[in-house]
């Protein structure tokens, strides 16, 4: 793997220019671009939400939306800048009307993804909503039941600490949900700032 922030950035640089091509799926007909990530090539910490909207589908970026801007405020609130972490989605096309991705589009998908894990190596991945949790967890196990709760899980040939977050489009949809997420994300800072825990194995 890349032994620096240069070689990691570029490694990963040349993984976001096959991705802009990719017509692995029915997605490549509908979007404007390929959502591939954006931020920290050589961050600790790995966000993954679901797919891109409208906004993200046409400046190409992830999580520049109304989400986007309330993932952003609650991450400084605990003193995590947007920039210090790489923000990813489980699908990079916009599904069409923002319609949930479908299982065989998860799937085919899910190699952009382990590229990205694979290079960046980042320690914690904060998993944003139920799409992402499930497929990372490999478990079935919804959102409520599982936010807030880190586990490490093995991605590709590494051990992360997985941290499953509430959707901020769930959020922004109810103030009890914002709550909850406000205070996964305080524990999110404090397992951040202690490198050596370990977490929870199932
Ligand atoms: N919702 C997501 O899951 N990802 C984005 O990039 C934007 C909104």
Do not use: Y
Not at 45 to 71: I, K, M, T
Not at 124 to 150: Q, S, Y
């Amino acid at each position: 793997m890349a032994t620096n922030p240069a070689e990691r950035r570029e490694s990963l640089v040349s993984v976001f220019r096959e991705a802009q091509s990719c017509t692995k799926c029915s997605l490549s007909d509908s979007r404007t671009q390929v959502v591939f990530g954006s931020g920290n090539a050589d961050a600790d910490l790995l966000f993954v939400g679901e797919a891109p909207g409208a906004e993200e589908d046409r400046l190409g970026v992830p999580f520049v939306g109304r989400s986007g801007n309330l993932l952003t405020t609650m991450l400084a609130e605990v003193g995590i800048a947007r920039e210090d972490v790489f923000i990813a989605n489980t699908l990079k096309c916009r599904p069409p009307d923002n319609r949930d991705p479908l299982p065989s589009e998860i799937e085919t998908c899910r190699p952009w993804l382990a590229e990205q894990i694979r290079l960046i190596e980042p320690r914690v991945v904060a998993t944003l909503g139920n799409f992402a949790t499930k497929l990372l967890r490999e478990d079935p196990a919804g959102i409520t039941k599982v936010h807030g709760v880190p586990v490490e899980r093995r991605l590709g040939d590494r051990t992360v600490t997985l941290f499953p977050l509430f959707h901020p489009a769930a959020a922004l949809r109810s103030t009890s949900v914002a709550d909850l997420m406000r205070r996964d994300i305080a524990a999110l800072a404090r397992l951040l700032d202690r490198p050596e825990d370990p977490g929870v194995v199932e």
